[in-house]
């Protein structure tokens, strides 16, 4: 069974600072995809990056950017130069990419940017 | 303009009512989904789909029901077994292969009184 856990509930931090949201997963199969999602207030999700179980280096998007650590079963999110707009919901979903392609997301982190 | 269109954007219903959510895309996906979510909470999975004339069931199907007739379309319909059907609910749609990600239509929010 392929599971997420998303630990911080939420999550306040200064503009202009960087900041980490955590993500771990579960999964016995080989190959896999990693992504996240951002969902402002509007409800609408929209996706931010992209990680492959194979994929040798880390991925990065602008100031978004992948922890991948495979041996840990973690793919944290780096946003480096936090701004007012990157104040949301941010999903964490994972994919098996053998069978029946089950995409199942974490419960979210609430991110606040203050000025 | 390629995209993914729910509709209604806000829908209200009567309890003891079926109601039923429509889902478009003219991306050429073969993957479609439907999730739910409620407030402050993530997305769980309710139905998925890869092809045309199947279906498997998510996380939390129970008192839904879909179908795929057409590879454009999936509708969600929300049976009056469903004991706690006020939610908000998303569709995506994707590729069936290759690493791509999923893409969300709007989202319906969904009242019963």
């Known amino acids: 069974a392929q599971k997420i856990t998303q630990t911080q509930p939420g999550m306040f931090v200064q503009e202009k600072e960087a900041v980490t949201l955590d993500c771990t997963y579960d999964t016995s199969d080989p190959s896999y995809g990693l992504f996240w999602y951002k969902q402002p207030s509007s409800g609408e999700m929209i996706f931010l990056i992209y990680?492959?179980?194979?994929?040798?280096q880390n991925a990065t998007e602008g100031r978004y950017s992948l922890n991948f650590q495979k041996a840990r079963k973690s793919a944290n999110l780096v946003i480096s130069a936090s701004q007012l707009g990157d104040s949301a919901m941010y999903f964490c979903?994972?994919?098996?990419?053998?069978?029946?392609?089950?995409?199942?997301f974490g419960q979210g982190t609430r991110l606040t940017i203050n000025p | 303009d390629g995209g993914i269109t729910q509709s209604p954007k806000y829908l209200f219903r009567k309890e003891g009512q079926n109601v039923t959510l429509s889902c478009e895309q003219n991306l050429n996906h073969d993957a479609m989904y439907w999730y739910r979510q409620d407030p402050g909470q993530g997305l769980r999975l309710i139905y998925y789909s890869q092809i045309v004339n199947d279906f498997q069931k998510g996380d939390i199907a129970e008192g839904y029901s879909v179908s795929r007739e057409k590879k454009e379309s999936f509708p969600l319909t929300v049976t009056s077994a469903q004991k706690n059907p006020t939610a908000f609910y998303l569709c995506?749609?994707?590729?069936?292969?290759?690493?791509?990600?999923?893409?969300f239509g709007q989202g319906t929010r969904l009242t019963v009184v």
């Open positions: 979903a994972m994919m098996i990419f053998q069978g029946a392609q089950k995409l199942v």
């Open positions: 990680q492959g179980s194979y994929d040798q």
């Open positions: 995506a749609s994707r590729y069936r292969t290759g690493n791509t990600e999923a893409f």
